[in-house]
């Protein structure tokens, strides 16, 4: 039996283990999702001189790498304060760049094809000073979108029991989980047609990681194997932080932002329009989007896309707690 929980309104399911990989609908929200896949049957062995039981990966997540190979790989400027944030455990790679990656470059070049006649052909000074001008424009951008993507192919994360190391394409940066001060993520069903024909459909979450210092950290789960599973560590080590955080202000007297909300100890904001938790309507997700009926403008709808609201994961479980009601009930 296969038990897996919704990214978007966490309820737990329950399927076959013959129905794994398939594509459901979850029962409360309507999010489309793969299921994952069935847990390997478990088998006794016995030895003579037994070893200490090996790490294993529950489903839906990839054990960790050898400690000393991922060590081993680690460049020689590594920053010396890695140690604080204990052992490695994985690398998260970037993902190859699209092949029209570079397109913006070429239609630069094509733009410098006019401005190149006009200097070969051309006398006037004011002119030719305009065409040079133009040249070197579009150069520069395309060397600069060059550049970027080609860093942005260097991208990779090395994460660790206490955190993670970014390395953005110019320098490192370490993160504790502690340090992640806003987690942005939005679940997008993603579909390619051919023709008209939709040809392929794919569930994918996407991760904005804020660092205190302002640095940010961009990611899809479909970067590779270990891009979901480290998404999955941030929303827990994150959660697992900030909600006795947020709860200790709430009980404090204080309010607490997320995004377009600010949640109160005596009610809930929405851009500028406050109600007490008594008077809240119904709440909903859909396409992406939380509704909370009556906290908009004139006492409508209140509508949000999720990736706005900063540290959704903390204010949903905060929100239905408040309430004493699921999301969608």
């Not at 459901?24 to 030895?47: E, H, N, Q, Y």
């Not at 192919?153 to 953005?168: N, Q, S």
């Amino acid at each position: 039996m296969i038990h897996f929980s919704c990214p978007q309104c966490k309820t737990v399911h329950k399927a076959d283990d013959q129905a794994a990989g398939n594509v459901i609908s979850c029962t409360a929200c309507g999010l489309r999702m793969r299921l994952p896949p069935s847990p390997p049957p478990t088998a006794l062995l016995v030895t003579a001189n037994p070893s200490p039981p090996r790490e294993v990966a529950t489903p839906g997540e990839i054990a960790d790498e050898d400690e000393a190979s991922l060590r081993a790989e680690l460049p020689a400027n590594y920053p010396p304060e890695a140690k604080e944030l204990g052992r490695p455990r994985f690398r998260v790679e970037r993902e190859t760049l699209p092949n029209n990656a570079f397109r913006p470059a070429f239609v630069a070049f094509l733009c410098c094809i006019p401005a190149t006649i006009c200097v070969l052909g051309g006398a006037n000074f004011f002119g030719l000073l305009l065409a040079w001008l133009w040249i070197g424009g579009w150069t520069g951008f395309a060397g600069w979108w060059i550049a970027r993507q080609l860093r942005r192919k260097r991208v990779y994360a090395v994460v660790h029991t206490g955190g993670f190391v970014l390395y953005d394409g110019r320098g490192f940066t370490v993160w504790h989980w502690a340090d992640v001060a806003k987690l942005n993520l939005q679940n997008i069903d993603q579909r390619s047609y051919v023709y008209f024909i939709q040809v392929d459909r794919l569930l994918t979450t996407w991760y904005r990681l804020r660092h205190r210092a302002g640095t940010e950290y961009r990611f899809w789960s479909t970067q590779g194997p270990r891009a979901a599973q480290f998404g999955l560590l941030v929303q827990n080590e994150t959660y697992a932080r900030m909600l006795p955080a947020a709860l200790a202000r709430l009980q404090a007297g204080e309010s607490v932002d997320f995004g377009p909300f600010r949640m109160e100890p005596t009610g809930l904001s929405f851009r500028g329009h406050s109600l007490p938790w008594s008077q809240i309507g119904p709440m909903s997700f859909q396409q992406g989007k939380l509704l909370i009926d009556r906290l908009g403008a004139n006492g409508g709808t209140a509508t949000a896309l999720l990736e706005v609201v900063d540290n959704s994961h903390v204010f949903i479980s905060l929100l239905e707690q408040k309430l004493g009601r699921r999301i969608g009930e």
